[in-house]
Each structure stands twice: as C-alpha cells, then as structure tokens.
C-alpha cells in the first residue's frame, strides 16, 4: 500500500510539473533608478511634431505565470498619451495606463473564475488599483537598435524579432518609478505611428509583492510578468 500511495504520489507531483508554464522566455527590460531626460532629448521633443495615441487601437498586454498551474494573460487600457516625431524619427512620448481597465482574457468572461482573479490583481496584494488608479511610462532616450547586442534565448512568440530601436524611459506603477530600457519596432509615416515592444519586468522592483517569499502556495507565483505594447498615434 505504501509503495502504491508512493507511487501514485509521484505520479500526480510529475503531472503537477508538465502542467506548470514558467514566464515566457522574452528580453528583460534593464532595470534602474529613474533617469531624467538628456538636455538634447529635451530639445529634440520641443521641436517634435506631435501624434495623439489612438487610445481605442493601443494597450498593454501582461501574462503572469505559476510555477504549478496555467498562465494568466490580459489587458490593460490607455487614458492618454502621446508621440513625438522629429525628420520623420520617434524622438519621445509618453502615456498614461487607466489600470481599472485591467482585464483577464483567459477566464470566460463573467466566470466567477475571471472575476475572483481581476479582483485580486486590482486589490492591495498586486495593483492597489483604488489607490493607484494609473500607471505610466515616458520616454527618456530612444536610439537605434544595435544589431550586435546579445539578447540571449527569446521566444518569438513573446519578443520582438526585429527591433528597431532601443527605449529607454521612466515606468511608474503603485507610485514608484523605475528606469527601463528595452528593444522595440518603431514605424513613422507622414501621418500616424506605431511602436510595438514585448519584454519582460520584475513586478517585485514596483513594490507588487504578493507571495514574496510568504508561504509556499505565495512562492508558485512568478515574480516576471510579460508585457506587451502596441501604441498608434496619429498625427495632430
């Protein structure tokens, strides 16, 4: 009977292991203090044409995983933002994340699954959304991408295959701001702009602790959490 429980033991700890999707594999954004523009980032944005973020055609995506159970994947929508375009070139922007927005897509919509969920991300465990009703980004430098630079193992599904340019700014989430810099594929033409970026950050470096080394169910959270940027700006 032992050598069965044993054995059935195994069984369910191996089936706990296949089913279990670590943080897809993605560049992960360098991670600093906050940087403050270069006098020349500054210049270059004053004399930049402005394009409007089309707010109904750009948001964040985020996928935060487990070290036993699926993926969780969602959205999140944007209340403002901007773009700026010297010679035909990004130069700089910045947006503003509604965070009441957040929204899980992999739970049937209305379940009581994917309520219980988008109520505890908007709680004080995650996002503090009631107290942190926004988040958002701005850049502080943008320039070409190097093609040399080594970027390690990253799944195409969840990175960007060709980027265009290296962006570097300030990203504020739950009142703490922090200095990324990542790969992105940007597209200028005389009347509208797109910027597409996926990598990934340490929710912990944001002050999003939840099971922080708490308890053993807290430890199967995943500190990484994917996100994915599509912005489209249109020219003012």
Not at 77 to 94: A, I, W
Not at 190 to 195: G, L, Q
């Amino acid at each position: 009977m032992k050598k069965l429980f044993y054995a059935l033991s195994v069984v369910a700890f191996s089936g706990l292991l296949l089913s279990c999707e670590s943080t897809p594999e993605s560049d992960k954004a360098e991670t600093g203090e906050a940087q403050a523009k270069t006098e020349e980032q500054a210049q270059a944005e004053a004399q930049a044409i402005t394009y409007s973020v089309d707010l109904e055609n750009s948001r964040i995506g985020w996928i935060g995983s487990k070290k036993v159970g699926n993926r969780h994947e969602g959205f999140l929508k944007l209340k403002s933002g901007e773009l700026y375009v010297k010679n035909n070139e990004l130069v700089g922007g910045k947006f503003v994340v509604d965070m009441n927005s957040l929204t899980v897509i992999d739970l049937p919509e209305g379940s009581k699954e994917n309520q219980k969920l988008t109520g505890h991300l908007k709680s004080a465990d995650f996002f503090e959304v009631e107290t942190y009703p926004e988040a958002s980004f701005e850049i502080t430098e943008i320039k070409a991408w190097d093609n040399t630079k080594e970027r390690g193992e990253v799944d195409p599904n969840f990175s960007i295959a060709d980027p265009t340019h290296e962006v570097s700014g300030n990203l504020t989430i739950k009142g703490v701001t922090k200095g990324i810099t990542f790969p992105a594929k940007v597209t200028v033409s005389d009347n509208n702009v797109e910027a597409v970026a996926k990598f990934n950050i340490n929710r912990y470096d944001w002050n999003v602790n939840y099971g922080k080394g708490q308890t053993v169910e807290d430890k199967i959270i995943n500190s990484e959490v994917n996100l994915s940027i599509t912005l489209k700006a249109n020219k003012q």
